[in-house]
């Protein structure tokens, strides 16, 4: 067995359970390990009552997050871990809602219920345990497989359809064959899940290192035809998947970089999603405006864009016309503005409103006009940014 290493906050949590009761770890934390790779939430269960277990941890603000199924989340030195009530599921409605539980003392009785052999491994401490003995073999050959009948374990939860396509394509497992056939039998069934849910999943697809493999694997098993049938479409007459290959291991802001990539030329399906209006309207601003830069623009079309759109939305139009194309030029003129902090938006002018009323002009839509005539002027050349030269043709146009 390959020796667990724990932190020491895992491991005071783990012997606390295991003095009032059993404690385990499950899941992730397990699996990543086994796989060589850094764990990140560490998520525990346990045969202890739920009353009990509040009263055990009452010093680190234990908060319930689903008490009908056993959970409380504590807050231990500065992070949150999940205690759950080792359980098994009884009975779900057509949406995914569980109708009724049943708690347990036998950890192989909870570890029947996960999704995946790979997730279905116990740590007590001491020992490993598993579902079965496809747990370990899956494993060591790097192999993602439902527990039991993957129908069945999908028409429980067909989120599980994305979030196995998601493990295998960061984890860069290989999905056993009768998995991937209970997937395309069983495709239709993603059409079930909650738009929230599904885009939370596909959310988590995108901000993982490896989201080119995920995408590849959501399109060669039909799930993206499912849920973005257009997008499906323009996969590979757009090269998008090269393009996500290119920007594997983006840090997880750039998020919106690569929804841009994928609905490049099927917004429309943007609307399928719930965004939030500034994600929205960052992903609108690339998409509408990509083609409105070229590698040989000038720096004041370069400025005019950013001045239209935002210079973080214009540094992503940059990041993906620069993946297929020579963008240097652009790229140079760009940070050379930024460099010289020429002045782009109406806040660097060295003139205000202010300025102006003092001058005598009143109308807020002539202040607005000269306002922005001044801007086109210091934007074409920012040697004219300055206050005494910019009022007095102000001043010399009243006359």
Same mark, same amino acid.
């Given at each position: 067995m390959k020796k667990i290493i724990l932190t020491k906050d895992i491991e005071m949590i783990?012997?606390?359970?295991?003095?009032?009761?059993?404690?385990?770890?499950?899941?992730?934390?397990?699996?990543?390990?086994?796989?060589?790779?850094?764990?990140?939430?560490?998520?525990?269960?346990?045969?202890?009552?739920y009353g009990k277990l509040k009263e055990i941890f009452k010093d680190y603000s234990p908060k319930e997050i689903g008490k009908a199924f056993g959970i409380i989340q504590i807050d231990f030195n500065g992070k949150k871990y999940e205690i759950a009530k080792l359980r098994k599921?009884?009975?779900?409605?057509?949406?995914?809602?569980?109708?009724?539980?049943?708690?347990?003392?036998?950890?192989?009785?909870?570890?029947?219920?996960?999704?995946?052999?790979i997730n279905a491994i116990a740590f007590n401490g001491k020992e490993l345990i598993y579902n079965s003995?496809?747990?370990?073999?899956?494993?060591?050959?790097?192999?993602?497989?439902?527990?039991?009948?993957g129908e069945e374990r999908i028409k429980e939860d067909p989120l599980r359809i994305l979030r196995g396509i998601r493990i295998a394509g960061e984890k860069e497992l290989i999905i056993f064959e009768s998995t991937k056939q209970d997937i395309l039998k069983c495709k239709k069934e993603i059409k079930r899940v909650a738009i929230e849910r599904v885009q939370d999943e596909f959310f988590k697809i995108l901000k993982g290192k490896k989201?080119?493999?995920?995408?590849? @694997? *959501?399109? +060669?098993?039909?799930? !993206?035809?499912? #849920?973005?049938?257009?997008?499906? &479409?323009? $996969?590979?007459?757009?090269?998008?998947?090269?393009?996500?290959?290119?920007?594997?291991?983006?840090?997880n802001e750039d998020l919106i970089l690569k929804l841009s990539i994928i609905f490049l030329k099927s917004q429309k399906e943007l609307e399928i999603l719930k965004l939030d209006n500034k994600t929205k309207k960052s992903i609108l601003n690339i998409i509408n405006n990509i083609d409105n830069i070229n590698k040989e623009s000038s720096s004041y079309e370069i400025k005019k864009l950013i001045l239209k759109i935002g210079i973080d939305d214009f540094k992503s139009i940059l990041?993906?016309?620069?993946?297929?194309?020579?963008?240097?030029?652009?790229?140079?003129?760009?940070?050379?503005?930024?460099?010289?902090?020429?002045?782009?938006?109406?806040?660097? @002018? *060295?003139? +205000?409103?202010?300025? !102006?009323?003092? #001058?005598?002009?009143?109308?807020? &839509?002539? $202040?607005?006009?000269?306002?922005?005539?001044?801007?086109?002027?210091?934007?074409?050349?920012?040697?004219f940014n300055i206050k005494e030269y910019l009022l007095k043709r102000i001043e010399e146009d009243i006359i």
């Amino acid at each position: 067995m390959k020796k667990i290493i724990l932190t020491k906050d895992i491991e005071m949590i783990l012997d606390v359970l295991n003095k009032f009761g059993k404690g385990y770890i499950v899941g992730g934390y397990i699996r990543d390990y086994l796989l060589g790779l850094e764990p990140k939430d560490c998520d525990f269960c346990t045969d202890i009552e739920y009353g009990k277990l509040k009263e055990i941890f009452k010093d680190y603000s234990p908060k319930e997050i689903g008490k009908a199924f056993g959970i409380i989340q504590i807050d231990f030195n500065g992070k949150k871990y999940e205690i759950a009530k080792l359980r098994k599921d009884i009975k779900f409605t057509n949406f995914r809602n569980i109708l009724e539980i049943e708690f347990v003392e036998d950890i192989k009785e909870d570890l029947k219920r996960r999704d995946f052999t790979i997730n279905a491994i116990a740590f007590n401490g001491k020992e490993l345990i598993y579902n079965s003995y496809l747990g370990k073999k899956d494993i060591e050959n790097r192999i993602l497989r439902f527990v039991g009948e993957g129908e069945e374990r999908i028409k429980e939860d067909p989120l599980r359809i994305l979030r196995g396509i998601r493990i295998a394509g960061e984890k860069e497992l290989i999905i056993f064959e009768s998995t991937k056939q209970d997937i395309l039998k069983c495709k239709k069934e993603i059409k079930r899940v909650a738009i929230e849910r599904v885009q939370d999943e596909f959310f988590k697809i995108l901000k993982g290192k490896k989201s080119s493999n995920s995408i590849m @694997l *959501l399109k +060669s098993l039909g799930i !993206l035809k499912e #849920l973005f049938p257009q997008t499906n &479409r323009e $996969i590979n007459e757009n090269n998008i998947l090269n393009k996500l290959k290119k920007i594997d291991g983006y840090k997880n802001e750039d998020l919106i970089l690569k929804l841009s990539i994928i609905f490049l030329k099927s917004q429309k399906e943007l609307e399928i999603l719930k965004l939030d209006n500034k994600t929205k309207k960052s992903i609108l601003n690339i998409i509408n405006n990509i083609d409105n830069i070229n590698k040989e623009s000038s720096s004041y079309e370069i400025k005019k864009l950013i001045l239209k759109i935002g210079i973080d939305d214009f540094k992503s139009i940059l990041e993906i016309r620069k993946l297929n194309e020579d963008f240097l030029n652009v790229i140079i003129k760009f940070k050379k503005i930024i460099k010289d902090k020429e002045p782009i938006f109406l806040k660097d @002018l *060295l003139i +205000s409103g202010d300025d !102006l009323i003092r #001058l005598g002009i009143k109308d807020g &839509r002539k $202040i607005k006009k000269y306002l922005d005539e001044s801007l086109e002027i210091v934007l074409k050349n920012p040697k004219f940014n300055i206050k005494e030269y910019l009022l007095k043709r102000i001043e010399e146009d009243i006359i």
